[in-house]
């Protein structure tokens, strides 16, 4: 044998009983069989067994189990983002001829989608106000297919009924997938939406999550995850899975495994430091409406109540992250001004990451339904990262300063 086929076959295996607290990343396209019969006869989906790198390693198979639990779910499938996993549910359920039902607050790209792509297919959309349950149920038809679901609503942060939106897409038969990004599977059981309350758990089909943000926590990986109950839905899923050929990276699946275990204790410190400035910018003459659905303010504030407040957590649990309707004396030149003179919150998509962020919106550019309970169009929304909540205070009130009084 030469020196470089010896250096691909060389016998020595490391020894098997390795363990530590974290997952090896495991990488690969090939995985070796032993024989032809254990190529023939392996399944990757239920799990048992590897036999390409896109279909599964131990370290997406671990991260896959461990997120499924975290929701209440059993079956799981890792995408390349967060937008991916919305894309690839539309892509697994949704026929030529179908229509999708999408909340006029949902995160924007998930509309754009079925504007572009879907359309093209020949798969129709309509936007409903996830406010009002009445509206989504008289847009359902025999060509519903799926219901998209999120909350808090995107930017806006409105809180819908989830309860009462669920019950609609049960009664009517139809698929419904919520965007649960927000609740990171921590703020409320999006397959067990009233615990205690009947026999069999009302929740969603599918969640699916941009793993981009809280799970991540570092705002340096892109990943999403769709996570089902439904042994059946989630093989249907699976199959469109390996069909499209949207696999993740053993780095990139290691690097959430690594953030999964202060996941909790993040969202817990964000969502208080979120909380504690959303307060303080109600004080502010600047904000005529603080969009955050802990205050009592808040559009939808009751139903994130039913949902995110219970013994275990008596002050509920929310996302780190909240906007603010800018005093409508100021034009947007004077906001961008004021977006751009905070120093410690960075312009930047995303949330969920260690370094705050800010992002300036005009609602008439993305909103096709009503905003009456919006006292405003010109939005700015904050992120919260870890950061001392002090120091994010004083920067606010400095680039308010420069702003100057409404
Ligand atoms: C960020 C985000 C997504 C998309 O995630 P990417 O990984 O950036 O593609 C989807 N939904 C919500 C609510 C998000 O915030």
Redesign the pocket.
């Known amino acids: 044998m030469t020196k470089s086929t010896f250096l691909i076959h060389h016998p020595y295996l490391a020894p098997k009983d390795f363990e530590a607290p974290q997952m090896g990343v495991f990488k690969a396209s090939t995985v070796i069989f032993p024989n032809t019969a254990a190529m023939r006869s392996r399944d990757w989906m239920n799990k048992s067994a590897y036999t390409y790198g896109l279909h599964g390693t131990p370290t997406t198979f671990t991260l896959e189990e461990r997120l499924a639990t975290l929701e209440g779910g059993t079956h799981c499938l890792l995408t390349p983002?967060?937008?991916?996993a919305?894309a690839h549910v539309d892509f697994a359920l949704l026929n030529t001829g179908d229509e999708v039902l999408i909340p006029d607050n949902a995160?924007a790209?998930?509309k754009s989608l079925a504007e572009g792509e879907l359309a093209r297919f020949g798969i129709t959309h309509q936007l409903y106000d996830a406010m009002n349950p009445a509206d989504l149920a008289a847009r359902i038809t025999p060509r519903t297919r799926l219901v998209w679901l999120?909350a808090a609503g995107?930017v806006t942060m409105e809180f819908p009924d989830l309860v009462a939106l669920v019950r609609i897409c049960r009664e009517q038969g139809v698929y419904c997938a919520l965007?649960n990004?927000?609740g990171a599977g921590l703020a409320f059981n999006a397959f067990d939406l009233t615990p205690g309350q009947g026999d069999a758990p009302l929740g969603v089909d599918i969640t699916i999550h941009?793993l981009?943000?809280y799970p991540s926590g570092g705002g340096d990986v892109?990943?999403?995850s769709i996570i089902t109950r439904d042994a059946a839905l989630d093989e249907q899923l699976k199959l469109s899975h390996m069909r499209l050929g949207t696999g993740v990276g053993g780095n990139d699946a290691e690097a959430v495994l690594r953030a999964l275990p202060s996941l909790d204790l993040r969202y817990r410190a964000q969502d208080q430091a979120a909380r504690a400035l959303a307060q303080w910018c109600a004080e502010q003459a600047a904000f005529v409406q603080v969009l955050h659905p802990a205050l009592e303010s808040a559009p939808g504030h009751a139903h994130w109540r039913a949902l995110c407040v219970n013994e275990d957590q008596p002050q509920g649990l929310a996302a780190g992250i909240f906007s603010v309707v800018m005093h409508p004396n100021y034009s947007q030149k004077q906001i961008d001004a004021f977006c751009d003179a905070l120093r410690l919150f960075k312009l930047g998509y995303?949330?969920g990451g260690p370094m705050s962020l800010v992002v300036p919106y005009q609602l008439q550019h993305s909103r096709q339904r009503s905003t009456q309970h919006l006292r405003g169009s010109r939005v700015v929304r904050f992120c919260i990262g870890l950061e001392a909540v002090a120091d994010l205070q004083a920067d606010v009130a400095q680039a308010l300063a420069l702003l100057g009084a409404p």
């Open positions: 983002s967060g937008l991916a919305i995160y790209p998930n999120e995107s965007d990004t927000w941009a981009t943000k892109l990943m999403g995303s949330w």
